[in-house]
């Protein structure tokens, strides 16, 4: 076997057992396929034009938070740098070790963000990490603070890693490395 | 003489050429010649020093044989010419020629065992590998035309044959040329003797693995790299003598970073696998299971590498299994190959939960597929290990990933030894999985019904495996498969399940369907029907009947399931009209029975089935419908709502569109009856003398829904074939009497259904010249109020606007002149203050499909029409826009975008130039709709044929970002910004990098702002937009 691979038989979570979002439908509000079979028309087209987009878009008028779900989507998709596995699937990211403190009109909103790596002396933590960082700050809004961490215990090296995960200086001029923006750029293909 | 004129014409006149030939031919058949003058006659050309002439020559005496019947050359004549031609091989410049006349001469029936030897002989002294691709052709066919007919002389030949045959082969390259050693070549490795050769045979084959060939384009020959790949590997797998030195290198092989060598190398040894043996296999198999799992267990690659890989194993295992009736014993090959495999797998099995346990759970499945007694051995030293880890594990993760590789395991076990949908030949050993029945039986019962409804995927898994338990042919008991439709039944009807938790209990309560129909209709029909509330009073505030009808939907594809589930719902209708109700509950039952037969497109209705369903349905919906109107029933009048009539008028259209020609026509009549003459009509099954005197939904002043019940009428011509004359006389009379009810619609659906009736009637019946002739003072009497308009919006003329719209559409379908001339009319009309914004919506009614004014319902459809009516339009409208105020402006835009919505984008392609302009002012507009399809159109235009975009790059890039921005009356409505954003994210791949890298950083810094936006669909637009923005200009590699 390689000798390289830091863990070469991870535990693995079924994708259907990863938290999603509950679509807030009822019954009633679920579009049934039987329902469906048949076209409701629009009261008349020569007054409004019909369309297919009126239906699925809802209006502007409750606006959604940003929440853990929502970060938690942003990065389950992530792939292992070693397997071709999502860190959702390996609960590297876990939906509970999101905290979210969105304040829409304030700057001082942020994003704290705790991973598992699957063992304690995975030498891929430092990229997992750094990729947790690039894809949040590029996918939230510029009042969001990130802060991305090993979760306590985790890891033998957690406090120097997460020094450098938190110095922004320093994750700007690693990811100024072409072999890790190499790597990155893999792990981000699946999002 | 022939043979100069043969050598003069067979260049510049191929076909004169052949004449002679064949005259030649003819006349030696006639015995007006005799072959051996004509050999004589070309003899002068042979010793021409043009080496040309020479083999011209030759090339005569070719075509002369090829075109001679098989039994004119005696058996005196044919060892003269064999000889003849073999002596001419010595001249290499002939060698095509020569070639070909010994094919030729091969074919003549006394050509014999002593003349392919001679041929052979000579043959293999040639010096082939020198010659071009298409000579080597000519000789190869003669080799192959050799081996076909006297396989026998050749093998006598011994090792001459076959060592000269290497020669002659070896180091060829033409793939065209190749086929045929390949071909030539597995006979030999099959039926030769060739245990002095072995090497050497091996070499010249394996020289050319793995096949990296790619085709030239417009190759002639059309033979692709699979071709070449299917026979070498033909060739390699032909003899076990090639084993030892094939495995080796096949292993080495693996090692490739290629993946389709990776492929090829598995196919191959698959191949082999199954045609080596067992003897052979044995020695080999520990290697190949060592090299293999290596591939599954650790590379892990693709899917497909993973399939050939199991593969592999699996052919292994079936090779290893030959001969073998009985349980193996631990000192056969295929015990000792199975043990190893399920030593290693068990071991990593029983952390279940870990990644490698996976591609175990597959090896432990695919190698019990391979024959009863392997099955048999997997089983017996699997088994009492999996049922301990599942009475001992506590972990419910644990559980779920051991019981995935069991189901794997049942889907082996239903392979070898049958399923209820497909039997298997009788096995030698009885299925061992069989004592393990009643206790699997439990623990996936309980894992089911037992586990709290969170576990999802735990509980997906034990339904799963409880189908595959199910599906086994002679497996569970029947009590027990009772109980799995119960436990399913009790899945897809719990609510608070998750979809998809329900979803697949539906669809194995489907499968069982199939083969355990009865149970279904037993147990599962009654336990969904007790769930339809029967009155609106016992309903659930969440209507939960809908999931109800839908899962009843579901299992009632089969006929017979159909009939009992249509007689139960007809039943519970009843019930629900005896009291009143919202039209939604009927409506959801008749929808179920609509979506059934919509659902049965596979396999279609019958004419006769039609008719039943006709009978039992149709005269009974209608009279339910109608009596109450006419106060002859003391049932709600709910059928008669606009909402219900509607799908019963589907229902009507897609029985009658199946029934036979004569009960069309019937019912054609019996819809006039009821409809239009007030005559007494066999839809009704009783009170039809009252019907015909009190019920007239055409009348004016009629009730709104007994108005409503004349939708029927739209639907009955919609089904109609054009064959089919209506019953009315003067059809404008009677058009004119549904324009006159149409200027005054009691209802939505009202309206729209007299409008179809109009367009049915005008595009279906009024084909004749005359009939278009009389429409003409209609559509004129129609728009003249609204052209000489001088006050503000009057409501008729809006229905007449309505009705020109129709009839103009129904005209164009057909691409009429008057339609034609109409059209421009409208588009003047967009200039309209008061009409213009109606008809500019109107334009989507005009181009778009309507679901019953079509050619599925045999309305004339010219071919292009829509590609007309465009051309002739874009002009016009881009005119119109130019010279409107600024009020009107926007009727042009937005009928564009109503005309460009329904063309497709092959036609919109050529006038994007004249298009484009006015597409980016449609973005300017606060309208969401236009807007939406405006975008959406670009993007097709950006996804098809980016090249005409790359000059307005900045512009669109533009409005697109201003298009993603939050709504503030821009109308910017949430799903427009996210079809600009996805517009927007197809940039980076649609366009050159460098012709908008220039934009990259505006658009990163404007979508920042979107990623606040405060809808969560539009961020993750936003999001994913933005990250295609991100990498772009960034090396991929």
Excluded at chain 1, 72 to 79: E, S
Excluded at chain 2, 440 to 448: D, P, R
Excluded at chain 2, 615 to 639: A, C, F, N, Y
């Amino acid at each position: 076997m390689d000798g390289k691979t830091a863990n070469a038989n991870p535990t693995i979570l079924d994708r259907s057992d990863l938290p999603t979002r509950q679509p807030a439908l009822t019954p009633e509000s679920r579009l049934s396929p039987i329902e469906s079979t048949v076209p409701t028309y629009p009261l008349d087209p020569f007054t409004t034009s019909p369309s297919p987009l009126s239906s699925t878009s809802s209006d502007d008028a409750t606006p959604d938070p940003i929440d853990a779900q929502e970060i938690y989507d942003l990065v389950a998709n992530i792939t292992d740098p070693e397997h071709p596995i999502s860190l959702g699937e390996l609960a590297v990211v876990n939906l509970s070790d999101i905290t979210v403190h969105d304040a829409p009109h304030s700057p001082f909103s942020h994003v704290q963000l705790e991973f598992t790596p699957t063992v304690t002396h995975c030498h891929l933590a430092t990229v997992i990490g750094l990729a947790l960082v690039v894809r949040l700050r590029e996918s939230l809004p510029a009042r969001f603070r990130v802060d991305v961490r090993c979760k306590e215990g985790t890891h033998s090296t957690a406090e120097q890693l997460n020094k450098q995960l938190g110095d922004k200086e320093r994750v700007v001029s690693a990811v100024e490395n072409a072999s890790l923006r190499e790597a990155l750029r893999k792990m981000m293909l699946s999002v | 003489m022939e043979a100069r004129l043969y050598i003069l014409n067979v260049e510049k006149d191929p076909a004169e050429a052949a004449r002679i030939a064949a005259e030649a031919a003819q006349r030696i058949e006639s015995k007006q010649l005799k072959l051996l003058e004509l050999v004589q006659s070309i003899g002068e050309h042979l010793t021409d020093e043009d080496t040309t002439t020479r083999a011209k020559a030759i090339g005569y005496l070719a075509a002369v044989l090829d075109s001679l019947n098989p039994r004119t050359l005696t058996r005196h004549q044919i060892p003269v010419v064999s000889q003849f031609l073999c002596d001419r091989l010595e001249d290499e410049t002939g060698l095509k020629s020569t070639a070909t006349a010994l094919t030729a001469l091969g074919k003549m029936e006394y050509f014999g065992k002593n003349e392919a030897i001679m041929v052979a002989t000579a043959l293999v002294k040639v010096d082939l590998p020198k010659h071009p691709p298409s000579t080597r052709f000519m000789a190869l066919s003669l080799v192959d035309a050799l081996m076909a007919r006297h396989r026998d002389a050749l093998k006598e030949m011994g090792d001459t044959w076959i060592a000269g045959l290497a020669d002659l082969v070896g180091g060829e390259k033409d793939p065209r040329n190749l086929m045929i050693v390949f071909s030539v070549m597995k006979v030999i490795l099959v039926e030769f003797d060739i245990s002095n050769h072995e090497e050497l045979m091996f070499d010249i084959i394996y020289c050319y693995f793995p096949i990296a060939f790619r085709p030239p384009p417009n190759d002639p020959h059309k033979i692709t790299a699979q071709d070449l790949k299917s026979r070498l590997r033909g060739c390699l797998a032909a003899t076990p003598r090639f084993s030892g030195l094939l495995f080796p290198r096949l292993i080495e092989k693996l090692d490739s970073t290629t993946s389709s060598v990776k492929l090829d190398v598995l196919q191959t040894m698959s191949a082999c696998a199954l045609s080596y043996g067992p003897g052979t296999m044995s020695i080999h198999c520990s290697q190949i299971w060592d090299a293999v799992k290596f591939e599954l267990l650790v590379a892990a690659g693709d899917e497909d590498l993973v399939k050939e890989a199991l593969e592999v194993l699996m052919s292994v295992a079936i090779s290893l299994s030959s001969g073998i009736r009985a349980y193996p014993s631990p000192n056969t090959p295929l015990a000792r190959y199975l043990k190893a495999i399920v030593t290693e797998c068990l071991n990593l099995l029983k952390e279940p939960q870990q990644k490698q346990a996976k591609p175990a759970g597959q090896i432990v499945a695919i190698v019990a597929t391979a024959s009863a007694v392997a099955h048999a051995f997997i089983v017996k030293s699997t088994f009492p290990v999996f049922m301990s880890i599942l009475s001992d594990a506590v972990a419910i993760t644990k559980r779920r990933a051991l019981m995935e590789s069991l189901n794997l395991m049942f889907e082996a076990t239903g392979k070898v030894y049958g399923t209820w949908s497909e039997k298997s030949d009788p096995q030698p050993i009885s299925n061992l999985l069989d004592e393990y029945s009643e206790k699997l039986f439990e623990v996936y019962s309980q894992a089911l019904m037992g586990s709290s409804p969170e576990e999802t995927s735990y509980r997906l898994t034990a339904m799963r495996g409880l189908g595959l338990l199910t599906k086994m042919r002679d497996y569970l008991a029947d009590s027990e498969i009772g109980m799995v439709v119960q436990y399913l039944d009790d899945v897809a009807l719990e609510w608070n399940e998750k979809e998809e938790v329900r979803d697949e209990a539906l669809r194995i309560l489907r499968e069982i369907s199939t083969y355990r129909g009865k149970l279904i209709m037993d147990i599962t029909f009654p336990a969904f029907m007790a769930r339809l509330p029967d009155s609106e009073e016992h309903m659930d505030e969440h209507k939960h009947y809908r999931a109800t009808l839908e899962a009843l939907a579901k299992l009632s594809s089969e006929r017979p399931l159909f009939e009992v589930m249509l007689t139960r719902l007809l039943n519970k209708l009843d019930v629900i009209l005896q009291e009143n109700c919202s039209p939604d509950y009927p409506r959801s039952i008749l929808l179920t029975v609509l979506y059934v037969l919509r659902g049965r497109a596979t396999s279609p209705i019958t004419s006769e089935e039609a008719k039943a369903y006709y009978q039992r349905l149709i005269p009974r919906l209608v009279t339910k419908t109608v009596l109450p109107l006419i106060g002859k029933s003391q049932s709600s009048t709910i059928l008669a709502d606009e909402k219900v009539v509607d799908v019963t008028g589907r229902l009507m259209v897609i029985i009658l569109q199946n029934v036979d020609g004569d009960l069309q026509k019937s019912v054609v009549s019996d819809v006039f009856n009821l409809i239009v003459f007030n005559q007494p009509s066999s839809l009704l099954i009783d009170n039809s003398e009252a019907v015909a005197a009190n019920f007239k939904p055409l009348d004016i002043d009629a009730e709104s829904q007994t108005s409503t019940v004349a939708v029927l009428l739209a639907y009955v011509l919609a089904s109609s074939r054009r064959e089919i004359a209506l019953p009315y006389e003067d059809l404008h009379n009677f058009l004119q009497k549904i324009i006159t009810v149409a200027e005054n619609p009691k209802t939505p659906s009202h309206r729209l259904a007299l409008l179809r009736i109009i367009g049915l009637i005008v595009n279906k019946w009024m084909t004749q010249k005359t009939d278009i002739e009389k429409l003409e003072p209609v559509v004129e009497g129609l728009m003249k109020d609204i052209t000489t308009t001088n006050g503000g919006f009057n409501n008729v003329s809006g229905e007449r606007l309505r009705v020109v719209f129709w009839v103009v559409k129904a005209l164009l379908m057909r691409v009429e002149r008057l339609g034609l001339y109409y059209i421009s009319k409208l588009i003047e009309l967009l200039g309209d203050p008061t009409y213009g914004d109606m008809v500019s919506r109107g334009f989507g009614v005009l181009m778009g499909d309507d679901e019953l004014l079509n050619k599925q319902h045999y309305a004339v459809v010219r071919l292009l029409a829509k590609q007309q009516v465009f051309s002739l339009c874009l002009p016009k409208l881009v005119d119109g826009f130019k010279s409107a105020i600024a009020e009107t402006k926007p009727n042009f835009l937005i009928a564009l975008s109503n005309i460009l919505r329904n063309v497709s984008s092959s036609v919109i392609k050529p006038e994007l130039p004249a298009l484009l302009p006015l597409l980016l002012q449609s973005l300017d507009l606060s309208d969401a709709e236009v807007k939406a399809a405006t975008i959406e159109t670009l993007h097709v235009t950006l996804l098809e044929s980016a090249d005409a975009l790359k000059e307005y790059a900045s512009s669109v890039i533009t409005r697109l970002l201003t298009a993603s921005g939050v709504d503030k009356g821009t109308g910017n409505s949430p799903a427009v910004r996210i079809s600009a954003l996805k517009c927007l994210e197809s940039f980076p791949e649609a366009l050159r990098t460098e012709l908008i890298l220039p934009y990259k950083r505006d658009v990163l810094r404007k979508l920042m702002t979107v990623l606040d936006d405060p809808k969560r669909t539009v961020r993750n637009a936003a999001v994913d937009c933005r990250h295609k923005w991100f990498h772009l200009g960034e090396q991929s590699s």
